[in-house]
T-cell receptor
Framework: SAVISQKPSRDICQRGTSLTIQCQVD?????MFWYRQQPGQSLTLIAT?????????ESGFVIDKFPISRPNLTFSTLTVSNMSPEDSSIYLC???????????FGEGSRLTVL | SQQGEEDPQALSIQEGENATMNCSYK?????LQWYRQNSGRGLVHLIL?????REKHSGRLRVTLDTSKKSSSLLITASRAADTASYFC?????????FGKGTRLHILP
């Protein structure tokens, strides 16, 4: 199994600012993903974080708004840029175990934009 | 985009009873997975069933998959208070994993 550490766990931000969320995995994984979850709702895939190259974004999400890095196999960052109250949500980092297909999740970063 | 649709959206049962949740999806998949999420926490993987499998068991969990109907079910037997959580199905295909809307399960004492 893999343990995923995500930080910050929560933050309150002002409109127009940017916040970077970090995700560290303690073991080898294959794919890494970033999801967004509104309280009480399901998870929406933002993008697949690709090692050493540009992330693959889902419809409705763009690199300028959600730049993602993955400089190595076990670390990734998601930046929420030029935030508005609509960006208030829980952002979840996940990683797929080698050969298992199973996703491991961090505890999430709860972001509130005022 | 949302792939899986769980039903029911919410389910309340007495402790000790069995709970059944269903999931339908739209496109072809490599596998289907079920996850549990306790309030305010990250998701925990429960079980994975591959597209060429029809049934799988893990402890008190039983999962079925019908690829012809594009549906799956999760059965939790002899429910316990600790089973209270949201349950999500997730389908893997095209190198990504898409989650359904989830079922909120509440176990009554």
């Amino acid at each position: 199994s893999a343990v995923i550490s995500q930080k910050p766990s929560r933050d309150i931000c002002q409109r127009g600012t940017s916040l970077t969320i970090q995700c560290q995995v303690d073991s080898q994984v294959t794919m890494m993903f970033w999801y967004r979850q509104q309280p009480g709702q399901s998870l929406t895939l933002i993008a697949t974080a690709n090692q050493g190259s540009e992330a693959t974004y889902e419809s409705g999400f763009v690199i300028d708004k959600f730049p993602i890095s993955r400089p190595n196999l076990t670390f990734s960052t998601l930046t929420v840029s030029n935030m508005s109250p609509e960006d208030s949500s829980i952002y979840l980092c996940s990683a797929e175990g080698v050969g298992s297909g199973e996703l491991f999740f961090g505890e999430g970063s709860r972001l509130t934009v005022l | 985009s949302q792939q899986g649709e769980e039903d029911p959206q919410a389910l309340s049962i007495q402790e000790g009873e069995n709970a059944t949740m269903n999931c339908s999806y739209k496109t072809s998949i490599n596998n289907l997975q079920w996850y549990r999420q306790n309030s305010g926490r990250g998701l925990v993987h429960l079980i994975l069933i591959r597209s060429n499998e029809r049934e799988k068991h893990s402890g008190r969990l039983r999962v079925t998959l019908d690829t012809s109907k594009k549906s799956s079910s999760l059965l939790i037997t002899a429910s316990r208070a600790a089973d209270t959580a949201s349950y999500f199905c997730a389908t893997e295909g095209n190198d990504k994993i898409i989650f359904g809307k989830g079922t909120r399960l509440h176990i009554l004492p």
